[in-house]
């Protein structure tokens, strides 16, 4: 992990979305923390437009992200539609 994300954000942000800090296997959670990783990343990316590496790996983390809320939406439309809401994810 970067330096960006320590662990107490990290269990932070499992708490939140997850139920529990160790809950670390919740798919809430996992799209919470690729969204926070997400974030942090398009702001680095502003500041230096080259970096081709971290580019892709953000193009990465979106296509996770993105098959993640797929199977959520899948299985649980509910929570779903509330954690959309939550995040602030598509308008």
Same mark, same amino acid.
């Given at each position: 992990?970067?330096?960006?994300?320590?662990?107490?954000?990290?269990?932070?942000?499992?708490?939140?979305?997850?139920?529990?800090?160790?809950?670390?296997?919740?798919?809430?959670?996992?799209?919470?923390?690729?969204?926070?990783?997400?974030?942090?990343? &398009?702001?680095?990316?502003?500041?230096?437009?080259? *970096?081709?590496?971290?580019? /892709?790996? #953000?193009?990465?983390?979106? +296509?996770? @992200?993105? &098959?993640?809320?797929?199977?959520?939406?899948?299985? *649980?439309?509910?929570?779903? /539609?509330? #954690?959309?809401?939550?995040? +602030?994810? @598509?308008?």
């Amino acid at each position: 992990m970067a330096v960006y994300l320590t662990s107490e954000k990290k269990q932070e942000i499992f708490k939140q979305h997850g139920g529990d800090a160790n809950n670390t296997g919740s798919i809430e959670g996992q799209i919470a923390l690729f969204t926070f990783r997400i974030k942090s990343l &398009s702001e680095h990316l502003n500041k230096f437009k080259k *970096d081709h590496a971290t580019r /892709r790996s #953000l193009l990465m983390m979106v +296509g996770k @992200r993105k &098959s993640l809320l797929e199977y959520l939406k899948r299985h *649980d439309i509910n929570k779903y /539609r509330a #954690l959309i809401q939550t995040l +602030g994810l @598509r308008g």
